[in-house]
């Protein structure tokens, strides 16, 4: 199964014009059956969109999401951390 993440700041969320490139999107692939730990650094974070600085004291969203499953799914999230 592959994860996908967005983390947006609120310049992005509040844009008219939400740019794929003006936020951090990021995708992982989960082991079935297995936990899997993922790190991301912060300045990968902050330096995603492509034009600017994401503002790391006005994220406004994080989302994790899976699309197009052949079947129902449970996933179990643990354990978020800024560091």
């Keep these: 199964m592959k994860l996908h993440l967005r983390i947006e700041d609120r310049k ?3 844009s008219e014009n939400q740019q ?3 936020r951090y999107n990021s995708s992982f692939d989960l082991p079935p059956g297995k936990w ?10 902050e330096n995603a ?10 994220i406004s969203s994080i989302m994790f ?4 499953q052949p079947e129902p799914l449970t996933l179990y999230i643990d354990d978020i951390r800024l560091q």
């Design 36 to 45: 899997k730990t993922i790190k991301i650094p912060l300045e990968e974070i």
């Design 12 to 14: 992005h969320a509040q």
């Design 20 to 22: 794929y490139t003006d």
């Design 49 to 58: 969109p492509k034009t600017r600085k994401m503002n790391m004291e006005q």
């Design 65 to 68: 999401f899976v699309a197009r």
